[in-house]
């Protein structure tokens, strides 16, 4: 029998961020190291979603190789044989799925997305792939099946949304996908009390965002360690005296006790504190530490192997997807049973 499947994807609109590394990248690092053997692990850039907000096209195609290269520099050991990486792109089931879902998915739940709400505050003209995003993303869910899809707190909607779309499906044309896990399961088998959210250093009432404009509240991963350093040091903290866990009242101590944890601090020495100074400078050292090993971590990546590795993967990733998708366009009439 097939292994059961892990999947998540990173989008590689610009670099990827500490909210990002912290949020979905490191866990499914460390998922594979629990799992390895048993599960299937499937990490991709979902470089068609990448646009569904402005961005530089010219930059597109480099920042993609550019992030695959993250996934190796963060730990994914490429020599296991069941784990998977690819480029959306470059899987034409991930498009034509999309169309076939977005004729059973309906435009009161995709209104309803908070993501979709939020993003599309902040422009003047919205696009009809911003509004389509999650079933796309549902799609890259159900072609392979995954059972497990660790992500931020700000993507568990959609996941849901692809468990609804597939249950959808399988109400009206029998067993057709397999389902993703309901979010308290996804939680537990990531062993977290909940998803992680990252806030952005300048202003923690907001995430961690890669199209942030300024940056100064946002710490790349290709920041320099220094760098990091000090806006860490700058962050925006709150007047209360005291550090605690307390999203509502301290945003921005309660994002600097998380990173430090997420990091492999401990944080017990720094609550009750009536001094921010040592968190702060605490936060700083460990963002510097580990910034610095990372990006060393990335030069030592085997490029000719990446690519190699690669264009194998997504061979493979197209027999997969290629047959759940016939399996779909048998059952919704497109192909001869
Ligand atoms: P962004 O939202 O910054 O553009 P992506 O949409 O590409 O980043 O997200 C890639 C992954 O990183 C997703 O699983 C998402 O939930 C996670 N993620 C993004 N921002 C954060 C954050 N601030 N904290 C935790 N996880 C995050
Ligand atoms: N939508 C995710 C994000 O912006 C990225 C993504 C696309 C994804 N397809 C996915 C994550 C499938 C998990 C599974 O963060």
Redesign the pocket.
């Given at each position: 029998m097939s292994k059961k499947v892990i999947l998540?994807?990173?989008?590689?609109?610009?670099d990827?961020?500490?909210?990002?590394?912290?949020?979905?990248?490191l866990p499914m690092v460390e998922l594979q190291k629990k799992y390895a053997g048993q599960y299937q692990i499937n990490l991709f850039v979902?470089d068609l979603?990448s646009f569904t907000t402005p961005i530089d096209h010219s930059k597109l195609y480099e920042q993609t190789m550019h992030n695959l290269k993250l996934f190796v520099a963060a730990g994914l050991d490429l020599d296991d044989q069941d784990t998977f990486i690819y480029r959306q792109s470059y899987i034409p089931a991930h498009s034509e799925l999309t169309v076939i879902l977005n004729s059973f998915t309906y435009m009161g739940e995709l209104s309803r997305m908070t993501?979709f709400k939020e993003k599309s505050e902040k422009q003047d003209s919205v696009s009809a792939g911003l509004f389509d995003y999650p079933v796309l993303m549902a799609a890259d869910i159900l072609l392979y099946g995954a059972k497990y899809v660790?992500?931020?707190?700000?993507?568990?909607q959609h996941v849901e949304l692809a468990r609804d779309i597939a249950i959808r499906m399988n109400n009206k044309f029998g067993d057709l996908f397999a389902l993703p896990e309901p979010e308290k399961e996804q939680i537990a088998f990531a062993h977290q009390q909940t998803?992680?959210?990252?806030?952005?250093l300048a202003d923690p009432t907001k995430?961690?965002?890669?199209?942030?404009d300024s940056g100064k509240g946002v710490i790349f991963l290709g920041d320099s360690p220094e760098e990091a350093a000090k806006k860490v040091m700058s962050a925006t903290t709150d007047s209360l005296g005291k550090v605690a866990h307390d999203y509502e009242k301290q945003p921005g101590i309660s994002n600097l006790l998380d990173i430090y944890e997420a990091l492999g601090g401990d944080t017990k020495e720094f609550i009750g504190n009536e001094q921010y100074g040592p968190l702060k400078q605490a936060v700083a050292v460990k963002v510097k530490e580990f910034l610095t090993h990372f990006q060393s971590r990335q030069t030592k990546v085997d490029q000719v192997k990446l690519t190699a590795q690669l264009e194998s993967s997504e061979k493979a990733m197209n027999n997969t997807a290629g047959a759940t998708l016939l399996k779909v366009q048998k059952v919704v009439g497109l192909r001869a049973k």
């Open positions: 998540t994807g990173l989008r590689a609109n610009n990827l961020h500490l909210g990002n590394y912290l949020g979905a990248l979902p979603h993501q660790p992500v931020g707190a700000d993507q568990t998803r992680l959210r990252i806030r952005d995430k961690m965002n890669k199209s942030d």
